[in-house]
């Protein structure tokens, strides 16, 4: 009798190791599910920022005072001629259009701010590092940029978003997906959703 007890014992002590196992593995399978369509969603949304996004970016000379000093007189020329261009421009696409268009009045107008320095203004595709504004931030990856270089262009650079007009003045600018602009104004958070799937699987097993 004892032994056949100890037999039962070590079965259903086995069965509860087992389907305590396969629960784990469950578990563990729905959370790198959740976790990589999670994250795939992510850079989803991250490329769609970085394709509806026109930045400014300005290279100073050097960095020396002087020219840093320069850079930021360019500055203040450039905003005060594009943000015309594109503080009510309808999408990137036309604010791009305004901005290629008017390329000869925004390089005279660097040109007169930059006190006899060689100036090159055009529009580009280049990368960016992201960038947290303190207000909003923006991923890493390639964006439109409308790129001012002044004399060697070695100097630390200054940039900001011509489109949505975030850098001239327009505090109500925001992207029209619904996603990207949670993504850039800080309410996307995609640790909250991974966080409530794995309690409610973990609570599903526990029941």
Same mark, same amino acid.
């Given at each position: ?26 578990? $563990? !399978? ?25 930045? !400014? ?12 000093? @320069?850079?930021? &007189? #360019? %500055? ?9 261009? *594109? +503080?009510?421009? =309808? ?6 259009? +305004?901005?290629?268009?008017?390329? =000869? %009045? !925004?390089?005279? &107008? ?11 203004? %055009?529009?580009? &595709? ?7 504004? $303190? ?8 964006? *439109? ?6 004399? &060697? ?8 978003? @011509?489109?949505?007009?975030?850098? #001239?003045?327009?505090? $109500? ?20 959703? @991974? !966080? ?6 973990? /609570? /599903?097993?526990?029941?």
């Amino acid at each position: 009798m004892l032994a056949s007890y100890h037999t039962v014992l070590r079965r259903r002590t086995a069965a509860l190791r087992r389907r305590a196992l396969e629960a784990g593995c469950a578990l $563990g !399978l729905a959370l790198t599910v959740c976790l990589c369509a999670a994250a795939e969603h992510t850079r989803s949304v991250e490329a769609r920022v970085c394709a509806d996004t026109l930045r !400014l970016h300005i290279l100073a000379n050097s960095d020396t005072v002087e020219d840093q000093l @320069l850079k930021l &007189e #360019v %500055r203040d020329a450039m905003l005060g001629a594009v943000a015309e261009l *594109t +503080a009510n421009a =309808p999408d990137k696409a036309a604010a791009v259009a +305004a901005v290629r268009q008017a390329l =000869p %009045r !925004l390089t005279a &107008e660097a040109k007169a701010a930059s006190r006899g320095q060689n100036v090159c203004v %055009r529009l580009e &595709e280049a990368d960016f590092p992201a960038r947290d504004y $303190g207000t909003f931030r923006l991923p890493a990856g390639r964006y *439109t940029a409308l790129r001012v270089e002044l004399g &060697e262009a070695r100097g630390h650079n200054w940039f900001c978003v @011509l489109y949505p007009a975030l850098c #001239v003045g327009s505090c $109500g600018a925001r992207y029209d997906d619904a996603a990207e602009n949670a993504l850039v104004f800080g309410g996307y958070e995609v640790r909250f959703a @991974l !966080l409530d799937t794995a309690r409610a699987l973990a /609570s /599903s097993f526990c029941s």
